[in-house]
């Protein structure tokens, strides 16, 4: 089973960390991080660096194929080079997933056209012009194997779905034992239909600050 | 606000990343990666390089500690370097924290010893045996600032914990909506309290196998 995660400067590290930790415990799995170019690349916030361990055009074969989002998405969704490998990836793997606005990439390329997909809440509209039809759920499944996750920590959830779908219940669970997985958020304020308005235009503020 | 996050190899990678993915977002809030060596450490599966951005002993001035877990902790319990400059860390900061084994080392440095705290629930023997009083709750806070979280994941719930105590509720529930942490987990498998037996015993066995 190898999991291809491509990142690249301006991403979101838990939208790729999530699903890796998770799916890197599938048995036989293996997890390759590809980039434009092997070496770091530099997380939204500047504060982090992970390493591409191959261009993406050497990643290889891949049965699973999960795109990260952040910021940096923006500039990348007339990246013909991304896209058309992403296409590509796309057409080999048996699973084409992505969290948050990883899916605007998978939208860009072509994948999701006609095809019910989420991403971060912020970016409901961005995901519908780019020709995909979205939808307000954690994790949505548009069948040929094309998973999409909501906003960064969504992608847990999204990789958990995948494990059971991919080694069945027990596995999933295992996993989800092992990291720990018993969640208790101090609010109830990780959406914006449970967030109090004010906190929901807080934060769509601070994004339009950022655009 | 310089938050500190040591890393090593055999590190878990969301024990680091789930709470820099909360506290990155405090306002004013740098977060450092100090490794034994500025470079890149392996996480405990190999599959994934996180980059060290100073030593340790440069990391400079720090509000708050942030030590995350892995097997990795194991061969680190007597590291003196490592213990001695978590002495020094905890001295300084306002805030010592852990995520899953992460706790392991403040117990080893004594940072810990008579006090309740937490850590991953297969290694709460441990945690005793090292000095603290375990206590088998999500986020333990044991007052004078040191703040222990439960496993891997439970690195976000205790990031927020600390979000709130640091920055106030607004502030905290914004990220929360920031990151869209509205957990929905496919399984309630997520703690041995809630797992069925037999996936408890098959991570138990798994994780005897790897001792």
Known sequence: MRIVIPIFDGITALDAIGPYEVLSRLPGATVIF?????????????????????????????????????????????????????????????????????????????ILTGKEATTHWLEMETLAKLGARPVPRRVVEAGDGIVTAAGVSAGIDMALTLADAIAGPEVAQAIQLAIEYDPQPPFEAGSPRTAPTPIVERVRRAAARRS
């Not at 948050?100 to 072509?110: D, I, R, V």
């Open 34 to 110: 590809a980039g434009h170019a092997q070496g770091p690349v530099h997380t939204d916030n500047g504060m982090l660096k992970l390493l591409a361990d191959v261009p993406f055009e050497q990643a290889g074969d891949l049965d699973a194929l999960i795109v990260p989002g952040g910021f940096g998405t923006r500039a990348l969704l007339s990246d013909e080079r991304m896209l058309s490998w992403l296409r590509k990836a796309h057409e080999q793997a048996r699973w084409t997933t992505s969290v948050c606005t990883g899916s605007l990439l998978l939208a860009a390329a072509g």
